[in-house]
């Protein structure tokens, strides 16, 4: 399995919802990563694991709050969102030297 | 800290022209390097990348970049380019040892190929 599995792929929310978006993989990666990606613009990092502990955060508002149960799973929640955090929310993995990184296809994210 | 840049925002040029997409990394050791493309509505594919060894890759679609460490360069090239090449390409940088292995992209650069 050499893929990265963003779960839902599009995600609809109000600026009160809380939602989380989901992402697994099974490469035996030990780092994982959050990226946001504006329209017309490169990736940007949010959040990095490394071992399951949180290692680097890019100063994102406290709205959103990443979560490393295990390996192969990450998750963000999403809390009192602003329709100018509407993203396509990418999830990566890689091996702890950065080799193999991988990204996942996506979440699109609109709030209303 | 690393960045990247990519020298062309734009670009515009004919079915079986040649395609070359600079990319410049500042970063003070040593670096994995990559150029991903993106399809108009689609997610980040990966074209290429550079860890060690032969300078010149070769990648998916007929694309290959070469690493030039003396010019911090990873330029892209494709010697003749499709309608289906029209996407939006990235390059971007991971210095390794540093700290979350975080990647770095560049600005990026459209590409339109006219048929």
């Known amino acids: 399995d050499t893929e990265v599995t963003q779960t839902p792929k599009h995600l609809v929310m109000g600026m009160t919802n809380k939602k989380s978006l989901k992402c697994e993989q099974h490469?035996?990666?030990?780092?994982m990563y959050w990226y946001k990606q504006k329209a017309k613009k490169p990736p940007e990092l949010m959040f990095v694991?490394?071992?399951?502990?949180?290692?680097i955060n890019e100063s994102v508002p406290s709205r959103f709050s990443p979560e490393c149960p295990n390996s192969s799973l990450l998750n963000l929640h999403l809390h009192a969102l602003q329709p100018e955090d509407s993203a396509l929310y990418l999830c990566?993995?890689?091996?702890?030297?950065?080799?193999?990184?991988?990204f996942g296809s996506g979440t699109r994210l609109t709030v209303v | 800290a690393q960045s990247v840049s990519q020298h062309n925002h734009h670009v515009i040029l004919s079915e079986a022209a040649s395609l070359e997409l600079g990319c410049n990394y500042s970063?003070?050791?040593?670096?994995?390097l990559f150029w991903y493309v993106q399809y108009p509505g689609q997610h980040l594919q990966l074209l290429l990348k550079?860890?060690?060894?032969?300078?010149l890759v070769k990648g998916i679609k007929g694309f290959e970049a070469e690493f030039i460490k003396s010019k911090f360069s990873f330029n892209l090239r494709k010697p003749s380019v499709q309608w289906s090449d029209t996407a939006e390409y990235f390059c971007?940088?991971?210095?390794?040892?540093?700290?979350?292995?975080?990647?770095?992209f560049g600005g990026g650069t459209r590409v339109l190929v006219k048929p």
């Open positions: 990566a993995s890689s091996r702890e030297n950065g080799e193999g990184y991988t």
């Open positions: 490469m035996g990666h030990r780092a």
């Open positions: 694991y490394s071992y399951e502990k949180l290692s």
């Open positions: 970063y003070g050791g040593t670096v994995n």
């Open positions: 550079y860890f060690s060894g032969d300078p």
């Open positions: 971007a940088v991971n210095g390794r040892k540093a700290a979350g292995n975080k990647l770095t």
